[in-house]
């Protein structure tokens, strides 16, 4: 099965940076499927943060646009969140997502989560 881990979450102080990766081993379809990072924090709906289609689009919630960037290297199978200037409320843990529902409707992975604690 296709897995999804993801590393680099740590508590870091405000204004610092980090960056996350996600590597999905087992997946021969990742350089075609669409990649994403999201976050959850308790009490609040998991929220996509930064998405990039097999095509190279990105897309950036409002709130980290000009501070995160996300990345991929196909040969590696493996998808990066790079988070500049975070701020404490960017605190949350980040998932990665491997989308492939425009070719198979509802067919997504998930990995398990990093915790990302920005201090003040």
């Known amino acids: 099965q296709v897995q999804l881990v993801e590393s680099g979450g740590e508590l870091v102080q405000a204004g610092e940076s980090l960056r996350l990766s996600c590597v999905a081993s087992g997946s021969i379809f990742f350089r075609i499927s669409d990649m994403g990072w999201y976050r959850q924090v308790p009490g609040k709906q998991r929220e996509l943060v930064a998405a990039?289609?097999?095509?190279?689009?990105?897309n950036y919630a409002d709130s980290v646009k000009g501070r995160f960037t996300i990345s991929r290297d196909n040969a590696k199978n493996t998808v990066y969140l790079q988070m500049n200037g975070l701020k404490p409320e960017d605190t949350a843990v980040y998932y990665c997502?491997?989308?492939?529902?425009?070719?198979?409707?509802?067919?997504?992975?998930w990995g398990q989560g990093t915790q990302v604690t920005v201090s003040s």
């Open positions: 990039m289609a097999a095509g190279g689009s990105t």
């Open positions: 997502n491997l989308d492939l529902s425009r070719r198979q409707t509802g067919l997504v992975y």
